[in-house]
């Protein structure tokens, strides 16, 4: 089964394709989508974790099924972002770090005496600090 964040994975194993996929401001719309599927996680996880502590003896079946209702959220808004951070990821890698050999290990230390040129877009769009923010 493939769906888009498959698609786009895929589609930035290319120097030609990531830099089409800044151009177009795919880069920025997946940070955004990012960013605010982190915020709603926490916004979530902050209220069942209220809803647990302040629990009392008459928790009605309104309040689990809100809190259930609001775990089914946390959880599909973690596997959105996992799936993000997998596109991102992929965007980052340098293509000498995918297919390793000794005859590409010189131009590999050139690579890494330098930032990754798919650093800078990630930077620009606010990327590199969307996924910190996932990480906390």
């Known amino acids: ?12 194993r290319s120097a030609h394709n990531r830099a089409v996929l800044f151009a177009h401001g795919v880069l920025d719309e997946l940070t955004l989508t990012l960013q605010l599927a982190t915020r709603r996680q926490n916004a979530l996880a902050a209220y069942v974790g209220a809803a647990m502590t302040s629990s009392s003896a008459t928790t009605t079946s309104l309040d689990a099924a809100a809190r259930a209702e609001a ?27 995918r297919g390793y050999t ?8 050139k690579a890494v005496s330098g930032a990754a040129p798919a650093v800078k877009p990630l930077l620009e769009c606010g990327a590199l ?3 910190v923010e996932t990480i906390r």
């Not at 972002?81 to 293509?95: H, K, Q, T």
């Open 102 to 109: 000794k005859k590409s290990q010189k131009s590999c230390k």
């Open 1 to 12: 089964r493939t769906d888009l964040f498959d698609a786009l994975r895929i589609a930035t």
């Open 71 to 97: 775990i089914k959220r946390v959880q599909v808004l973690q596997r959105v972002s996992a799936r993000i951070v997998d596109v991102l990821r992929e965007y980052l890698e340098v293509p000498e770090e």
């Open 129 to 131: 600090g969307a996924l």
